[in-house]
């Protein structure tokens, strides 16, 4: 078992309808020392692939995106969602369905600051049906740059989102791949 | 000139509406390295001040705030805006303007996350009426802890939110303050 693992076991809670409640050292209280732990962790599962560029979605996964990006020792670009930002000029957009709102959001990144020679690592903390991520993989393939890979925290694993981006092709690293959840009793995948 | 000072010069646009456009290194593309440099300025200017933990909003403060909690060694909390996010139990609730989206905006968080005991800094990356700083200083103030001040990567000071609090006694550092921003024409305060 690692360290993330220990704590969700540790200080997590299980809510009704599949919430997975890690706020105390991942999404609200952020603990800064795990977040250099899973950046190290991602470093070394793509060492020697070059990345350019680490790419998130606000808002919760930045802190473990910014950590990651310090750690490759390169720049983060964050997609934002659509609302009345100060972004001018040319934007590359992807609509999403957001399971927690249950609506659809669109993912905006300012063109400005991707460009076809980029290879770049998606970070987030949390990966369940997976419309983020799938929503970025969209935006990197419409700027022409490379995919080198997806890394995420903490997967529900039981809502399929990463089995179906490992399928198209993609390498998805889990640090905490969580197979099955109910209230004292988390399972994680091998 | 400081580093911040020169990269908003050089990169910087000033938009209608008194909009100051650093998305290529500050909060879209976000230069980590910089963030850096501008956490250990942070951390020079509150030395000795034993912090205890970093507070934000979210969410493009988050870069900066989360790099200037890895400087200082502690924890990072982020308000969240109010919205059908995953927060349970007792939240500590402040009510701003905000002049992005000219509306209402409720500050929210989790009380399990903040003491009394805790010496809070909190970073952000602009500050212009001060609206979002207002509610995290009413938060604090609410949950009883020190506020140790404030530090604002980019203050737009011809606003005069940094000012007025300043005049209620708080400690607002601004690394770069903007006294006057027409297009080709940034001048800082001293």
Same mark, same amino acid.
């Given at each position: 078992?690692?360290?993330?693992q220990?704590?969700?076991?540790?200080?997590?809670k299980v809510?009704?309808g599949?919430?997975?409640?890690?706020?105390? +050292?991942?999404?609200h209280r #952020?603990?800064?020392?795990?977040?250099?732990?899973l950046?190290?962790? %991602?470093?070394?599962?793509?060492?020697?692939?070059?990345? =350019?560029k #680490?790419? =998130?979605?606000?808002a919760?996964g930045?802190?473990?995106?910014?950590i990651?990006? *310090?750690?490759?020792?390169v720049?983060l670009? +964050?997609a &934002?969602k659509?609302?009345? *930002?100060?972004?001018?000029?040319?934007?590359?957009?992807?609509?999403?369905?957001?399971? =927690?709102?249950n @609506?659809? #959001? =669109?993912?905006?990144?300012?063109?400005?600051?991707?460009?076809?020679e980029?290879?770049i690592?998606?970070?987030d903390?949390f990966?369940?049906?997976g419309?983020?991520?799938r929503?970025?993989?969209d935006i %990197?393939? @419409?700027?022409?740059a490379?995919?080198v890979g997806i890394?995420?925290? %903490?997967? &529900?694993?039981?809502q399929?989102?990463?089995d179906k981006?490992?399928?198209s092709?993609?390498?998805v690293?889990?640090?905490?791949?969580?197979d099955h959840?109910?209230p004292?009793?988390?399972v +994680?995948?091998?």
């Amino acid at each position: 078992m690692n360290e993330l693992q220990r704590r969700i076991i540790e200080e997590g809670k299980v809510l009704p309808g599949n919430i997975i409640k890690v706020d105390g +050292f991942m999404n609200h209280r #952020v603990d800064i020392k795990l977040m250099r732990e899973l950046a190290k962790d %991602i470093r070394a599962h793509f060492a020697g692939r070059e990345i =350019t560029k #680490v790419m =998130t979605v606000e808002a919760s996964g930045i802190p473990m995106a910014t950590i990651a990006a *310090d750690e490759l020792g390169v720049p983060l670009v +964050f997609a &934002k969602k659509a609302k009345s *930002d100060n972004i001018e000029g040319g934007l590359i957009c992807s609509e999403i369905h957001s399971y =927690t709102y249950n @609506k659809k #959001v =669109t993912l905006i990144v300012s063109a400005e600051w991707l460009s076809p020679e980029d290879k770049i690592l998606v970070v987030d903390d949390f990966m369940a049906n997976g419309e983020a991520m799938r929503g970025i993989v969209d935006i %990197i393939s @419409k700027v022409g740059a490379k995919l080198v890979g997806i890394a995420i925290a %903490i997967e &529900k694993g039981y809502q399929g989102g990463g089995d179906k981006l490992r399928a198209s092709g993609i390498d998805v690293y889990s640090i905490a791949n969580i197979d099955h959840a109910e209230p004292g009793n988390i399972v +994680f995948r091998d």
